[in-house]
């Protein structure tokens, strides 16, 4: 079998679909103006948000697995290519709040879906400049701390990133580049101090795969990553329930108080008082509210 056929499927597939880099490099001008401008053509890909940050190793696989010999396989970034391109797609606000549906389950495809386009529009674009670029979503490293190093968002309890802009209710995708841009910092908005209040996604997963203890660096088998302390999610547990049940499951983000739709002012009050003394009324009245409650699929198709 040859290595260009022993593909992956689904999300965990590598992108091999791109025109090499142009023969000469383009002027891009500093780092800094190269990353303006670089994020300005992601967004008019489409991308939710993008954020720039170093190659990390820490973050990367060291080995990947081929589902068709069931062996071992080496990774395919090369060297050099030390920054790395984070986009965040947003999913459906409606939809995720009927999980787990078909319409939830619509919801995850569609981000990845725009997330795919996004990285492979702008891997190529950077690769007609004459910068080398690999687009890639889930088959190569860590997203999560990549993105945080992006300066996209916090650390939530549930393993996930929160960020400020669509709280967990987003899809990641990556951009690898020779092209050297100016990185951002990881910023800080108060949700680990809430997380330590707040335990809606331990109460809330099926089969219980989030931690509702302090962060913590012992390791529930050997998918979690070894020498972190953090809220150490079962991620085998979580797949084993995805599987159980033949679709995925997203209770974590839809019960979670920072999934909502922060272009309401009342919502990014809330988000403000996550980050004071007053988060645990602000947890007491989204609870009140009913916020995290899950619509049922019917009442999205009649437009409730
Ligand atoms: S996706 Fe579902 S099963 Fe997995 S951790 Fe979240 S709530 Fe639990
Ligand atoms: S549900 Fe609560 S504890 Fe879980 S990630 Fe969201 S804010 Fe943190």
Same mark, same amino acid.
């Given at each position: 079998?040859?290595?260009?056929?022993?593909?992956?499927?689904?999300?965990?597939?590598?992108?091999?679909?791109?025109?090499?880099?142009?023969?000469?490099?383009?002027?891009?001008?500093?780092?800094?103006?190269?990353?303006?401008?670089?994020?300005?053509?992601?967004?008019?890909?489409?991308?939710?948000?993008?954020?720039?940050?170093?190659?990390?190793?820490?973050?990367?696989?060291?080995?990947? #697995?081929?589902?068709?010999?069931?062996?071992?396989?080496?990774?395919?970034?090369?060297?050099?290519?030390?920054?790395?391109?984070?986009?965040?797609?947003?999913?459906?606000?409606?939809?995720?709040?009927?999980?787990?549906?078909?319409?939830?389950?619509?919801?995850?495809?569609?981000?990845?879906?725009?997330?795919?386009?996004?990285?492979?529009?702008?891997?190529?674009?950077?690769?007609?400049?004459?910068?080398?670029?690999?687009?890639?979503?889930?088959?190569?490293?860590?997203?999560?701390?990549?993105?945080?190093?992006?300066?996209?968002?916090?650390?939530?309890?549930?393993?996930?990133?929160?960020?400020?802009?669509?709280?967990?209710?987003?899809?990641?995708?990556?951009?690898?580049?020779?092209?050297?841009?100016?990185?951002?910092?990881?910023?800080?908005?108060?949700?680990?101090?809430?997380?330590?209040?707040?335990?809606?996604?331990?109460?809330?997963?099926?089969?219980?795969?989030?931690?509702?203890?302090?962060?913590?660096?012992?390791?529930?088998?050997?998918?979690?990553?070894?020498?972190?302390?953090?809220?150490?999610?079962?991620?085998?547990?979580? #797949?084993?329930?995805?599987?159980?049940?033949?679709?995925?499951?997203?209770?974590?983000?839809?019960?979670?108080?920072?999934?909502?739709? #922060?272009?309401?002012?009342?919502?990014?009050?809330?988000?403000?008082?996550?980050?004071?003394?007053?988060?645990? #009324?602000?947890?007491?009245?989204?609870?009140?509210?009913?916020?995290?409650?899950?619509?049922?699929?019917?009442?999205?198709?009649?437009?409730?």
């Amino acid at each position: 079998m040859k290595e260009s056929e022993d593909r992956r499927e689904g999300f965990t597939d590598a992108f091999t679909l791109q025109r090499d880099p142009a023969s000469e490099k383009l002027d891009v001008g500093t780092p800094a103006q190269a990353a303006i401008d670089i994020k300005r053509v992601a967004k008019a890909f489409g991308a939710g948000l993008t954020g720039i940050t170093h190659y990390d190793q820490r973050w990367e696989y060291m080995r990947k #697995f081929s589902d068709q010999s069931l062996k071992e396989r080496a990774p395919e970034i090369p060297t050099g290519l030390d920054h790395v391109i984070i986009v965040a797609q947003p999913m459906d606000y409606g939809w995720i709040r009927t999980v787990p549906s078909a319409l939830s389950g619509a919801a995850t495809g569609l981000g990845y879906s725009h997330d795919a386009l996004v990285v492979l529009s702008l891997a190529q674009y950077i690769r007609n400049l004459g910068y080398q670029a690999i687009a890639s979503m889930n088959d190569t490293s860590l997203a999560v701390p990549y993105a945080i190093k992006a300066g996209l968002g916090e650390y939530g309890r549930h393993g996930l990133l929160i960020t400020k802009e669509f709280g967990p209710r987003v899809r990641l995708g990556k951009v690898y580049t020779d092209l050297t841009l100016a990185c951002d910092r990881s910023i800080q908005f108060g949700v680990k101090q809430f997380c330590g209040h707040c335990q809606r996604c331990s109460q809330g997963c099926p089969v219980n795969a989030i931690p509702s203890g302090l962060p913590t660096a012992e390791l529930h088998n050997q998918s979690n990553i070894v020498g972190v302390r953090k809220w150490m999610v079962n991620g085998e547990k979580c #797949f084993g329930y995805w599987i159980a049940q033949n679709s995925d499951c997203a209770i974590c983000i839809c019960v979670c108080p920072y999934n909502k739709d #922060f272009t309401k002012w009342e919502h990014r009050l809330g988000r403000w008082l996550t980050a004071t003394r007053l988060r645990g #009324f602000m947890l007491w009245l989204d609870s009140t509210l009913g916020y995290g409650e899950r619509m049922k699929p019917k009442s999205w198709w009649q437009g409730e």
